[in-house]
T-cell receptor, first 107, second 113 residues
């Protein structure tokens, strides 16, 4: 069993839709990261959280430590949000990555 | 805004050759990392570096790999004798605190022929 599982693997939606990407993990963690990987390959850090909820613009990330689950939400999605979204968890030191969710927003 | 830079953006090499991938972390950061992503697969941790020594490494980071911070700004990953399966995107990252946010470079695509 993978330590970090994301769902769905692929998601296609229309512009304006509310998007939810889920991440479940099986190990104890000190923090969870949400990352965005652009089509060119570059990785951008979106959030790092260890409890509760964080919001940045149209992006919201939540985490439930007891259930070992996190969600990334995008409100009013836009074609420029199209990317791979990666969940990564941090145990003692290293980051363990999920396989990513490929999001495509159609105009 | 400060950013992590990596050079080269793409490196093509012959199997068995040595390669050095270079990274310039954000200047006041203290923690440095290398990750790799084989095409179509997930990102994998290679090594973390703090206070001029390796603090953690994965099983991938065998004797063929080494890291160095030769001066105050560069952080390098050396692969001594490249194999076909080393072909991947290699990302450098840096952070201010060990458990904190990490900032990723744009990556170096390594192709081993």
């Amino acid at each position: 069993k993978n330590e970090v599982e994301q769902s769905p693997q692929n998601l296609t939606a229309q512009e304006g839709e509310f998007i939810t990407i889920n991440c479940s993990y099986s190990v104890g963690i000190s923090a969870l990261h949400w990352l965005q990987q652009h089509p060119g390959g570059g990785i951008v850090s979106l959030f790092m959280l260890s409890s509760g909820k964080k919001k940045h613009g149209r992006l919201i990330a939540t985490i439930n430590i007891q259930e070992k689950h996190s969600s990334l939400h995008i409100t009013a999605s836009h074609p420029r949000d199209s990317a791979v979204y990666i969940c990564a968890v941090k145990g003692a030191q290293k980051l363990v990555f999920g396989q990513g969710t490929r999001l495509t927003i159609n105009p | 805004e400060p950013e992590v830079t990596q050079t080269p953006s793409h490196q093509v090499t012959q199997m068995g050759q040595e390669v050095i991938l270079r990274c310039v972390p954000i200047s006041n950061h203290l923690y440095f990392y290398w990750y790799r992503q084989i095409l179509g697969q997930k990102v994998e941790f290679l090594v973390s570096f703090y206070n001029n020594e390796i603090s953690e490494k994965s099983e991938i980071f065998d004797d063929q790999f080494s890291v160095e911070r030769p001066d105050g700004s560069n952080f390098t990953l050396k692969i001594r004798s490249t194999k076909l399966e080393d072909s991947a995107m290699y990302f450098c990252a840096s952070g201010l605190a060990g458990g904190g946010e990490q900032f990723f470079g744009p990556g170096t695509r390594l192709t081993v022929l």
